[in-house]
Each structure stands twice: as structure tokens, then as C-alpha cells.
């Protein structure tokens, strides 16, 4: 590939990015796309400005730019938690290490590489790209000792930096574990496989053990029940609520947030209070029905309460019972995290299941291979003739040619295959393993152009396209369009952490591959993570909401991928110093290789631990404040109904024909929980109870939705009942 | 190779065998050689007949192998232990399968490759060994559906044994743990990287620490001393003591064996006596002295000891500190498996010892390649004749020829490399990943015969070496033609599980690997697994003492290996099915090798982790009875002194100038150090002790030995000054 056409390729990918970023400053500054761009601060309350009058709104302007930059860090981990932080701390390594990358490459290797054969170069422009590689030095050069060295600078301030991330944030992690509020999950196993004994239920069983062997800790228990019934029930009672929601679109109760007494989130109450008032003596009659039922339906799971998180901890480490497939025991997830449908699975079942993941992984990543190698041929201008013979004519012409070898190919695969790791291209050609170093070294310098328009259109696009938000904005339009009613109810999103941790993973592998090889991706590479940096830093303040908080568990994976990356660049180097035989570069790169490795065994031995496990001394410190302040006993009465299948309410008024307002003590610590559609209350409780039940991602964007019910109550039941 | 030569080797190696087999017979009846090839009866009092006109015992004879056979698991629990049961338990488990293994492939695979072309058979004798291999085959043989109905059957059969084998030693194991006595190490753990706070000792910091989190079960600790001075003492008493017992062989004091009262094995004390009443006074001053020495070099190790089982299982278990590096518990090892120079290594080092032990391991194994694949060379007769041109003469000559060829290399083999696993010698064929099978394919036939011969001679050959114990024979001849003394002093032996258990898992390896392949090897294997029976059976019951008892650990290592080991003949099958073009059988074995992965699986969920952590449940109960028991208070009070770095009676009499008979309460649970040698009481404690501290095997033989000493105590001591 020519310079030209890879200026050709970054020059149209920058005017893209240009283009969307300015509309994105004029699009998100309109009031109608506030719940696209602010879907965060919508939730957390946050002030916007609403002034017909101020057209300022339709110009571009920087100021988002400015405002991410200018958030700390302490303000991010106030408000989006600590794997935000974490997140972001990944992006600002990954420029560190570039930045030091790219000034080591472009000043020292990039010259040697250009210089590395006596001949007369042609203009910058119309220079093929590979003279820019390592492939330009002769045979035997004595001048591959700076790219050795450029590799030792290269993985040494890698390793110093990953060193000071690591302690940073395993540092962090502990402050996450002591200083946030007690949680209920610290207090809670998750037993499974409960053995059965045919003259007593599951719930004595349990009983009986955990007061016979914990007895000073044991606390009480919430059994897991068949959740046949009940789902069949939620289902109903949703489905009748939407057909009456879309009914009778008059009457609107706004529920009023106030603080829950155990989270510190806030909570509905008002929506709730009519409800319960109204539907309580049908309700109260059927639901009861549900209960008996239910507790004949046990399952041989339960989540079992402890007096302190010290008890919780050692319970769920120790092997209980001398049959490792009885008893098993681990810490609980949040309640808000728990996946009810996979517990009714038998634990026996669940290792082959786990299997079957593994297997269907793996084949369907062979099954990318074939589609990928196709594109990888596209970037040889002469396959590509030969493929499509039709494009021969149109081919000579000069721009058209740059734009297809520069362009095409990496968006073809983008539109075809957005998630594929173009690593795996790399898969088919291995057939030896003591080749691999030198395959590896053939492979990546000829790619390289290649992989640079990737990180245009894979890496510049797709960030443009994150903070553009296309699907949710077009669907916003659509149901403005279509709908007439104008409430702002809105669903907000968690951040993508599973597609966005391994992209930025894959540019610094190609980034740390490509350094001392072909030096010429860099620049580009780092203006993708500074991007990336901003762009992500506006999105976690703006548009998405924490919802599951893992306490920086992302930062293990993360290093570990970079530590793999390192020693991958060092292995390719090592083929490359083969082929070109300098057994000198060769011999230096194989310590190189060790003490990477070693570092990494030193890494996992001084920070991993606190990633998998809770160090006792911090819980038990804990333990004691909390009793200290008197908080334990207020925790202990929590327990039971937060980790409660049904809903506190439905147990409640079913067992003692209350009429009150259970719902002012259960806590719903989601913010998902909380959009303020008007009316259909006890729709809106059932749906976020089944939606954490089924474990999926509320990702439809229901941003203009109808509205508020009629009287539910009575013909609601009544109709569960024909069903 | 040719049969007549298969033969011709198989009939020198039985000729051998018969005869060392009836030399044994006649030599374990010899008196002078009692200590040889009983050393385990006269540690454990057996009877032994001394008739010197008892003449039979000049006749060869069977009853040993009689006796051996007749000994039931039963007895053989009780008399060595689980690791013994385990370990036979694996020999019959090898016996058992290549008994199926051998009967299917005799039986169908080879006619089958007998009569794979249709060609006209020589004689049996002149056949070459290749015409019963898969080789013979033609290729697109519709009899291949033989060898993969065969390698169903082996696998099927293999998977059962397996899985009912692990589930009786699982439960053997927890029969073990619950039956036996309560053992120190199960109430203790091993904190080490106490950190070091500059105004107190780590033996305060750690008591702080443990009364601080553990108050209601932490008992008291042991700290560990730098044990430069301990050494040096022990080392030079010890020298000392074998130079005043060489002097003065005049008087003798025999140890009085009675049971201990912590172990109930049987503890020495008359000799300790009278020691201690002879050298009360200088000791006292002496070693009050050195207690204050080793208080000042305390190391942050330590041995903490707790109220319960469960309790020192959970300290065990739990990440104690928020820095992984500090605070790091694991369960102590017995008392008598200390290693008391190894708890001096900061832990911070002990990672990246492991990596050098680990590199060390690789190296060394690689550097075997090159003789072995000269050695491997040698099978292929042209290439000996090459190789030594002044052979040719001699190599034409019939007999000689298959000598040669037939068992020179194996010899050969195993005079320099006994140890090497001939596996490797294939390690340097393999260049492509995805021609592995293939290759492992053409690799394995083509040394069939080598295998078979590796078989005779290191199998065969080392079982007869094992019974005869040349160099413990030998030792024993010569020293006693050279001292004039008889006493009958002797060390014992412990079984060398490290070296056998691998020797036989090889032979697993080779047995399935050529089972479809070439099955000719199979009738000498399991010749070879019925002898090692027999053979490790009666060794076990008269020479070998138990000192490390694992407690059927070993067996988990043997399951996988195993697996490994089906799973590699799959593969190689695979490799043969596509060498000869039947896709149909390549398409049978691919499940078989799933499904086998899968069973693997299945018991590591279902048995492994018994193997690797004490359920919860048994320990509570174990504890539960021995506080009812009152067995509780008195294990507590013995706890200190049995994990002691300085003995017992040298702190007592030190500290409180007493100088009782301190050593009636310590007991000495290891048989080992129970040699009843005379009169060197304070030498052979101590010697005992400093052999628990080197941690290395005491396989000197020194079965005839010098004699008494004079009086020891104020000189030694004064000698210990001088030094």
C-alpha cells in the first residue's frame, strides 16, 4: 500500500469523525435528545437547561470536550464507581505506554527501517508503506540492535507502568471493599446441590446442618423455589398491565424518590402505596394460593445468612462435605445481580454446561476463519482483480485503487464480522511449531497496512459511533414520530464493558506488535486511545448507569492481555531478528522474553490474590465497626426479604392480610428500577423483578412509551385466573 | 526386528530373571542378610528363626511369593499404610486393564494385522515383529473398524476401572483421615512473611495479630530461629560422638522400647536417662546460654497452633492480609516432616526458586535428547554398522545380529540413562502441529520392537533389582569383611514412590499407546505388572518403612496421567486411521476422545477436590469427638513441644535446671530414628533430629556398625567451646 492511500484512508476517516463529532455537539445540545445523550443525569436527577430560545444549540462547539477532560478522577468514582475508573485508567496506560512507544519508534527505528537498503527513494507520498517497515533492512544488518533496544525501552516502561497500575488500583479495590456501605451479599452464601432426604424438605435439611455445624453463625435462610409458577404469573399479570397501559392513557401517579433507608439509593413509594391499597383483598386471596404452592416447589438451592462477613467468607471457602458434588457453597451475587432461572439448574449439570460454552465458543470462531481470510486477500490489489474481474477497468484509475486497497477491505470486514480479532487471520498459516516466530515475523510487516486502515475504520469509526449513539437516536425519532405522546420515560444503559475492555485490548496488541516492525501505526493508534479517552470519559457521565460493580476485577484481565501482547511482540521480534540473521538482537530477545515472564509470576503473586479472594483482616475490621456502631443488627433484619423471589409485598400481604406499605423498607438499589413511567406500578415492580430474574440487558430504547393504567387490580387477577 | 530375536532377548531376560528370583530366595534367608531384606520386621520386632544348622535355607524357594500373595489389603493398611494400598492398588489396576487390553487385541486386532496383505507367510520365528503391527495394514483396509471397536472397548473398560477405583481410594482416604489418630498437624499452620515491626519481635507482632482476629481459637505459637548455631551444635555433637564411639566400643546400653503416650508408637527411654542424669549440670549452663542466642534470631516464621481442626483449616484456607505477600498460612506439615532450613527462606524468594527449579527441570530433560536419540539409532541395524565400521564382520553372524539388535540398544540405554522416559526420544520428530498424530502414528510402530526390549530390561531387570537390593547387599558384604564388629545396627528404608510410581505409569504409557498398534508387546507387560505384585508386595511388608504417609494422594497423579495416556493412543490412532485412509474409524475416534475428556472432567469435579482439602463437616465431627472424648486438652498441651526446633529436654533442663527424664513425654513417631543402636543416646537424638531438619532420605547403608561410646557429656560440650 502507498503512503498516498493510507493518507488517503485517514484523511476520510478523520473528516468522518470531524463530521460526527460536531453534529454529536449540535445533536445532543437538543432538549428532544436529552434521553439519548443524558440518560445517566436524567436518573440522577441531574439540572438541564430547556430554553426554546437558545439557538446557540444549533452550532457546534467543543465545550463536551472540555468538561470530560476536566472531570477527576474522584469525581468519576463518585459517580460511575470504580470500574469506570478502572476503565479509564486502562485508556490513559494504553496512551502512556503509546506515546513512550511511538517516540522511540518514530525518532530510532522508523529512520533505520527507511535508510535500511541503499536506494534511491522516491517522494514521501508515493513511497509504498513497507519501506517503512523492518522488511526494508538487509539481510544480516548491523543496525537491528536499535530495535532491540527499542524493544527493551519499549517492555521495560511497560512493565514499570503496569507495576504502578496494578498497585494503584489493587490499592483502590481495597478502599471499594472497606469504605462502601454494608453490603447484603457480604452476609450471604449461595448453597447449591442441598442433599435430599425424603422425610424432610429441602429447608430443613439446610436447617439442620447449618445449625448443627455453624450454629454461633448461622443466622437464618431464603430457599430458591421451581420458578415455574411465579414466572408464568409475572408474565400474565405484564401482559395485561401493557394492554391496559395502551387502554386508557389518563391517569398519571409521578412516584416520589426518597432515600432508601438500606442502599442510601432512592426508592418509589407513592406508586406503590396505591396499588397496595387498592388491589389488596383479591390479591391478598390469590397470592396466598401462590405461596402454598411455591414452598412445595423447593429447589435445592438457597442463599444462607450469616452473622458477619468473616462467618459468610469462610463458609464459602471451605469444602463442606466429604462429597464435593453436595453442599457447594459460594459468596452470593448482589441481589440485584441474582440470575433465579440458573439456580432452579442442578449443580450437576452445570460443569457440562460449562463445557458446552467452551465448545461452541471456540467452534464459532473457527467458523469466522473462512470470511476473514477472503478479506485478508482484498488488501493484495492483484487477488482482488482476480476475484472481481468486472472491477479491472475501474481499478487502474489511481484514486479508486487507494481507495479500495486502503478502505475497502477494513470496512467489508467491519460490516461483515465488527467483533472478529483480526488476530485469528493469522491461525491458518501456522502449520510448525518451531516456525511460529518466523511465520508470525512474515506476517505482521505485511499486514501492516492493513492493520492500520483497521484501526481507522474499526477504532476511529467505532468510537465516533459510540458517542453518536445511532440505533438509540434513530429510535427516538421513530417513536416521536410515530407515538403523539410526549412523556419522557427512558431506559438507560449499562456501559458496554464486554465489547469495549477487548477492543482496547486488540489495538494495544497491535500496537505493541506492529512498534518496533512497522512503526508507521502508531501515531494513529494514539490518537484513537486520546479519542477514546474523552469520548468514553463523556459517556460514562452522561449516558450510561452503573448497574453491576465488579471492584476492578476488569484490571487482572487487562494486564494479563498486555503481559500476553509483550511477550507475543517479543516472540514475532525474535522470528524477525532469525530471518534476518542477527544472532546478536536474537540472543538479547530471548532474556527479554524470561523476565517479562517472571514479572508476570511476580504480579500474580502480589496483587492477583486480592482480585479472587477478601483478605480476612479487612472483613473482620469491618465486621467489628459495624457491630461497634450497632448497624449488624439492623443488617440482619434486611437479610432475608432482599434476597426474596417474591416480592416482599406479595409475601407480606398474603401471610397477614396487611394492608400497609410494605414497599417503604424493601430497597431497590437499581436505579434501572426507578424510570419514572407514570402509573402502571405494580407492571413496572413485577417487570424490573422479572427483568433481574432473567438476567438480560434492558437495551431497547423505549424512550417515548405510553402511558399510565386504569384500575388494575381485580380485572387483572381475574384475567391471570382464565389464563 | 525379527520374533526369533524378540524372543532371543525375552529368553535372556527371563533367564535372568529366574535366576536373581531364586538367588533372593536363597539370600533372604542367609541371617547375615536379614537387615537387607527385612529391614521393616526388625524395626517393627518381627519374628525371625536363627538356625545355623537349618539347611533348607540353601535351597531356592517360592514361599516368599506365596506370602505375598496371600497378604490381604487388609493387613497391608494396617502394616504400611494408605500410599502402600494405594500403590498396589495401582499395579492391580494396570493388571487388570492390559488383561482386557491383552485379550481384545490378541484375540481380534492381531490377526487382523497379520493378515492385512495378502502375501505368503514365513515361519513365525522368521517373521519380522512389523508383520503384527498396524503397518501391515493396506491402505483403505475395511478391517480397520477392528482397532476402533477395539479402542472403544479398552477405553470403556479403562474409564470404569478408573472411576470405581477413585471412588473406593476417596473413600479410603476419609476412612484414613477419620480414623486416625489426632496428628499435630492438623491443629497447626505454618504462617510465614510475619511482618517486621521495628520496636517488637516478630514472636510479639504475631501474637498480637492471632489474639487480635482469632481470640476465641488461637491457642499459642512456635516461632522458627535462624538455625545457623542449632546446626553448627548438632553438627559438631554428632561428629564428636562418632569420634568417641569409634574409640571406646566398651560399653553398651540398650534402649528400653515403650509406647508413647501421644502417637502410641513405641519411644526410647533408658538411654536418654541415663544421659541426662550424667551431663545435668554443664548442659544446663551451656544451653541456657544458646536459648537466648536463638531467641534474639528469630525468623518471621512461625507454627500457630489452634483450639480445633476446623480452626486451622480456616486459617489455613482464608487470604489472611490485604497484601498476599505477608501473613501467608498453609496447614503445617507432621513434626517429623519438617524442613526446618527451608522455613528459613524468605517467602518473597520462594516463587522465583520454583520458576529456576522448574527451568532447571526443562533444561535437564532436553540435554537428554542427544544421547537418546543415538541410542534409538542403534535398533536400525545399518545404522550400527555405520556407526562402528568394525563391527560389520561380527554383526553377520546370526545369533550376535539379534543379540544386538534385539537387546544391546535397551541395555545401553538404561546403563547411562535409567531414568530417562523414552517418550522423549519422539520429541525431536515433531516440527508441525497439525502432523502430530501422523507422525506420533509412524513413530510409534516402527519402535515397537525398542519398546518391547525397553520393556525386558528396564522393567523386568529393575524389579529383579529391586527384590535383590544390590547395593545394600554389596554394602553389607563389604562392611562386613572389613569390621570385625557385629553388632547389628541398621538403617531402613522408605519406599521410593518417586521413582516407581512414574516406572509404572511409563509402562501404562507404552502398553496403551502400542495396544492397537502393535500388541506384541502386551503379554511381556503384563508379565512385567503380575511380577511387580508380587515383588512390590513383599517389599513393602519386609523392607520398606512408612515415615511420609500421604494419605492416597498419589492416586489422583496416576488417574490423570492415565487419562493422558488414552487420550495420546486416541490420538495416534486418529493419526494411523488417517494414514491408512479410513475416514469412517477417523470419524469414531474423534467422540471417543471428547468423551474420554469429558470423564476426565467428571472426576476432577467428583473426586478431586477431596484429594486437596479436608471437608469441613469431618473435621467438625472429628473435633466434636475428641472434645467429648477429652482427648481435646491433652493434644493442646503437647502441641508447643512436638513442633520444637530446639529439643524438648534441652529447653527444660535450660530453662528450669531440672534434670528429670524430659524425654518419657516426647514422643518419636518415626520408626526410623528408633535404631537401636547402642549407647550413643544423645549422637543419635540429635542425629535424628538433624535428619529431620536436612529433610533428605537416609539411604546410606550402614548396616554393620561401630559401637558404644564412652561417657559423652562434659566433653563434648567442652569440645563444642574449643570449636
Known sequence: MEIAALLTSAGINISICIVLLSLYSVLRKQPANYCVYFGRRLVCGGARRYDPFWYERFVPSPSWLVKAWETSEDELLAAAGLDAVVFLRMVIFSIRIFFITAVVCIAFVLPVNYYGQPRVHKEIHLESSEVFTIENLKEGSKWLWVHCLALYIITSAACLLLYFEYRTIAKMRLGHITSSAPKPSQFTVLIRAIPWHPEQSYSDTLSKYFTNYYSSCYLSHQMVYHNGIIQRLLHDAERVCLSLKHVSPEISCKPSLTPCNFCGGPTATNSFHILSNEGDSVKGMELGELTVTTTEQERPAAFVFFKTRYDALVVSEVLQSSNPMLWVSDLAPEPHDVYWRNLNIPYRQLWIRRIATLVGAVAFMFVFLIPVTFIQGLTQLEQLSHAFPFLRGILKKKFI???????????????????????????????????????????????????????????????????????????????????????????????????????????????FTNSVIAPLILPFLLIYFFLAYLIYKNQILNVYITKYESGGKYWPIFHNTTIFSLILTQIIALGFFGLKLSTVASGFTIPLILLTLLFSEYCRHKFAPIFHKHPAQVLIDMDRADEMTGKMEELHKKLHSVYSQIPLHLQKSSSNGESSTPFANQELPDPEKLKPEEGDAIAKELWGFQGNESGQEHDTKSCPSASSPEHLTPKMIELHKRN
Not at 461 to 488: G, V
Open 401 to 511: 485503487n487507494q481507495v479500495i486497497t486502503g478502505y475497502l477491505p477494513s470496512v467489508i470486514l467491519i460490516l461483515f464480522f465488527y467483533a472478529v480479532p483480526p488476530m485469528m487471520m493469522q491461525l491458518n498459516v501456522f502449520s510448525s511449531v518451531r516456525d511460529i516466530p518466523a511465520q508470525l515475523a512474515r506476517a505482521v510487516p505485511t499486514q501492516a497496512g492493513f492493520f492500520t486502515t483497521y484501526c481507522f475504520t474499526s477504532g476511529w469509526a467505532s468510537l465516533a459511533c459510540e458517542i453518536m449513539q445511532p440505533m438509540a437516536l434513530i429510535w427516538n425519532l421513530a417513536a416521536k414520530a410515530i407515538s403523539t405522546n410526549k412523556d419522557e420515560s427512558y431506559e438507560t444503559l449499562r456501559f458496554p464493558y464486554h465489547t469495549e475492555i477487548p477492543r482496547l485490548l486488540l489495538f494495544g496488541l497491535l500496537g
